[in-house]
């Protein structure tokens, strides 16, 4: 039973360029959450999707946007990068979203230029 | 959502026993506390989870004070694997019907010397 999965594992980006960043979740599950960690900090909340929507948000602006799909697999997609930008992008994915069902990902190291 | 503090830093030697405490002060009544467990370059990982008194598993302990506003959890015989980040959290559970995010605080770093 394979775990949560991302991809790509690395990536770097110049500022102003746009990122994709892909999850899959655990079998089973069905609500995907997406989380910032920047260096020495905890994970941030950007958004929760259900149901192919957006549940809930965090504090971070627009250019942060995402997408469920059918089979519950998500993106995160980030327009217009900063330098503030770059982080480990972590994917959590569960069934329901209460504090213990929730399955992190390895993430996704991004470094913007 | 309650605000948790815990200590930034704690070094161990193999063997021993680590007790990390974290403080709630404002703890709502249907909260619960949660401690997750991350590797460098790794996501997060579920430890425990209580309510009140003491819950045991086979990873670790949590202990709660009467009045909740603080929790301990304790690691028994630590291994040089146990270098982590520690966080704790606290809020409603899935089965309450929860929809809410995780809040994470900057965590405590635990170094386990040989």
């Known amino acids: 039973d394979a775990g949560v999965t991302q991809s790509p594992t690395h990536l770097i980006k110049t500022r102003g360029q746009q990122v994709t960043l892909r999850c899959s979740p655990k079998s089973g599950h069905d609500t995907v959450s997406w989380y910032q960690q920047a260096l020495g900090q905890g994970p941030q909340f950007i958004f929760q999707y259900y149901e192919e929507e957006e549940r809930q948000r965090g504090n971070f602006p627009d250019r942060f946007s995402g997408h469920q799909f059918p089979n519950y697999s998500s993106e995160l997609n980030v327009n217009a990068l900063l330098l503030g930008d770059s982080a480990l992008y972590l994917c959590a994915s569960s069934l329901g979203s209460g504090q213990e069902t929730q399955y992190f990902g390895p993430g996704t190291r991004l470094l913007v230029l | 959502l309650a605000k948790t503090t815990q200590p930034i830093s704690m070094d161990s030697y193999e063997g021993q026993e680590v007790n990390i405490t974290c403080s709630h002060n404002n703890i709502a009544t249907n909260d619960y506390i949660t401690w997750y467990q991350q590797f460098p370059s790794q996501g997060p990982r579920f430890i425990i989870q209580?309510?009140?008194t003491k819950v045991t598993n086979e990873v670790a302990s949590l202990f709660i004070p009467a009045d909740r506003k603080s929790s301990t959890l304790s690691l028994p015989r630590v291994s040089l694997s146990d270098t982590a980040v520690y966080y704790c959290?606290?809020?409603?559970?899935?089965?309450?019907?929860?929809?809410?995010?995780?809040?994470f605080g900057q965590g405590t770093t635990l170094q386990v010397k040989p």
């Open positions: 959290l606290v809020g409603l559970p899935s089965w309450s019907g929860n929809t809410g995010k995780l809040i």
């Open positions: 209580g309510y009140k």
